[in-house]
Structures are given as C-alpha cells and as structure tokens.
C-alpha cells in the first residue's frame, strides 16, 4: 500500500477556483523542439553512461531515492542518493547554480522575484519534461508553511536555460544530468522526492553574522531542519504545527 503524500504536496487550489496557465509548460512544440517524455529521454540517453560509471564508483546506484539541497548564497545545488548498505544518503555531486533573482530571505508573493527558502517535495506530477527552459521540475511552492503565513506565488522550479525570475536555473547540460537523476528515483519507487532551500550552509557561526536580521528566527527554524540532516545524513520528516516547521 503507497503511502499517502505529504500534507506539504496537496494542490492549495480548490475546484472553481481558476488556475493560472503554467509558463513553463509548452501546449505544442515548435519544430525541431522535441516533445516532453522525447526530450527526456534523449537528455538521459546523452548522461546515463557517464552518471551510471560515477555512482558506481561511489558504491550508488542510479534509480534509487534522492535528496536536493540548494543554498542562495554559494549558488550551490546538491543531490544525494541513498546508500543501500547504510541506510543514509551519500553526496553524489555538487553543480553551480548558473542564475538565480532576488536577495537572501523567503519568497513572500508572487512576483516578488524571490527563490523561496524552506522544505518541499517533488512527486511525478511536479516533473516538466516539457518545460519551455528545456527541462524542469516544480519544487511545490507554496507549501503548507507558506500557506500559513499567506505567501503567494507559482510555478517555482528548477530548471535549465540559465534564466531565473525566482526559480534556480541551471545551464541545459546540468539540468539534464539531475532532471534525469531523479526522473529515474521516481521511475525506480521513490514517491517524491525533497528539495530543500537554505539561504546560506547554516553553520552557527554564519547564522550569528545574521543576529540582527529580520529574517533571523525563521532562519533558525530551517537550520533545525539543516542539523538534522547534517547528523542523521537523512532528510528529517517536516510537519508545519501552527505556523511552523517541525522535525522528526
């Protein structure tokens, strides 16, 4: 029996209401464009060989589940994927961000050009192989923290073609190397899986530089989620229990 998605992944809209016309998704291609499940295929045809010979030399495998971390700050995207002997998730690689809008803080409205900070999930739906930035996955934002707190916005993702209007864009070779990563983790049984967003490596000294910022307390809120990857080396369990995150 599946488990059911998180609380986190459910539509905020209810029927009647109208639904905005998704940007990133192209109703026909243009010549020469290949369609969406085509040019997926294609981008993984290009990077299995490679990506299957460096997680074998990590001891991983390609279709098991993964894990993104993104920091704004370094301009760092991170996928792990779960180790079967030990139960926790190995680093497999790092990749630059290649553009992204905005400051250091949370996405609050839509159009604000802000990258959101915070925890959230992927499930099939939420992967766009026919994105018009070549290939992408909606991050699902907002999510029941950002409900909570009435932020608004839609379409977040992370995508390719190095342009960002409060998404991550990443360049097309790069996009197709962790689009096809977790296509295949979902592919292989994995639900969903999660993304989560840090304005900064939450260490405590970089957090205290931040003492007197606005955003300082729900800076700390995601530094518990942060520590407790950081010692378990597995994505904790997030809930939101009157408007704010919790850890398990």
């Known amino acids: 029996m599946k488990a059911a998605l998180p609380i986190a992944l459910l539509s905020p809209c209810t029927p009647g ?6 940007p990133f998704v192209v109703e026909t291609c243009d010549s020469g464009t290949l369609p969406g499940p085509e040019r997926a295929a294609a981008a993984a045809a290009r990077v299995k060989p490679e990506l299957e010979q460096a997680l074998k030399e990590k001891g991983l495998h390609l279709g098991d589940p993964v894990f993104l971390r993104a920091f704004k700050e370094e301009n ?36 604000d050009g802000q990258v959101p900070e915070g925890f959230y999930f992927v499930p099939r739906a939420g992967m766009k192989p026919d994105s018009t930035f070549h290939l992408a996955f909606n991050i699902g934002y907002p999510n029941e923290y950002d ?22 864009a990443m360049t097309d070779a790069k996009i197709e190397e962790i689009y096809t990563l977790c296509d ?21 000294e970089r957090l205290d530089k931040e003492h007197a910022n606005h955003w300082y307390s ?31």
């Open 17 to 22: 209401q109208e639904v905005a016309q998704d």
């Open 76 to 111: 760092q995207l991170e996928l792990w994927v779960l180790k079967r002997e030990t139960g926790k998730y190995d680093l497999f690689r790092t990749w630059p961000v290649a553009r992204k809008s905005g400051v250091l803080g949370p996405k609050l409205a839509e159009g």
């Open 147 to 168: 409900r909570f707190h009435e932020r608004t916005g839609t379409f977040i993702m992370i995508h390719g073609n190095e342009v960002s209007i409060g998404c991550l």
């Open 184 to 204: 295949a983790a979902l592919t292989g049984g994995q639900q969903y899986f999660r993304v989560h967003i840090f304005p900064f490596r939450m260490s405590a």
């Open 218 to 248: 729900f800076w700390q809120e995601l530094k518990e989620g942060y520590d407790s990857f950081e010692k378990n080396q597995v994505p904790p369990e997030v809930t939101v229990e009157l408007g704010r995150y919790r850890f398990k």
